[in-house]
Nanobody, 119 residues
Framework: QVQLVESGGGLVQPGGSLRLSCAAS????????MGWYRQAPGKQRELVAH???????NYADSVKGRFTISRDNAKNTVYLQMNSLKPEDAAVYYC?????????????WGQGTQVTVSS
């Protein structure tokens, strides 16, 4: 059983910054991938960024150069540093992790955290 606990969402002005955190806990043997997704009203959920254990990353084109994903493997925590935020970045941001618990692996989701970008 795995739990993902997110924090860091909130209201920020355009051009501002937020740092999202997601900590995984439970009987985790390994975390293969951690990532962030977002979903705005009326839109499909989309990948924002992924990071694997080696540190390799992948970003949506819309956030490249502005967002940075990182992880602390010792703490089973992933971060999303969001800079130069734009109104179009406003969404519910969800943490996801692909985790090996025992012999089985599964994908787990956090509860989501609201990011609002408004002046």
């Amino acid at each position: 059983q795995v739990q993902l606990v997110e924090s860091g969402g909130g209201l920020v002005q355009p051009g501002g910054s937020l740092r999202l955190s997601c900590a995984a806990s439970g009987t985790i043997l390994d975390i293969y991938v951690m990532g962030w997704y977002r979903q705005a009203p009326g839109k499909q959920r989309e990948l924002v960024a992924h990071i694997i254990k080696s540190g390799d990353t992948n970003y949506a084109d819309s956030v490249k150069g502005r967002f940075t994903i990182s992880r602390d493997n010792a703490k089973n925590t992933v971060y999303l540093q969001m800079n130069s935020l734009k109104p179009e970045d406003a969404a519910v941001y969800y943490c996801n992790a692909v985790v090996r618990v025992t012999v089985a692996a599964g994908s787990y989701w956090g509860q989501g955290t609201q990011v609002t970008v408004s002046s």
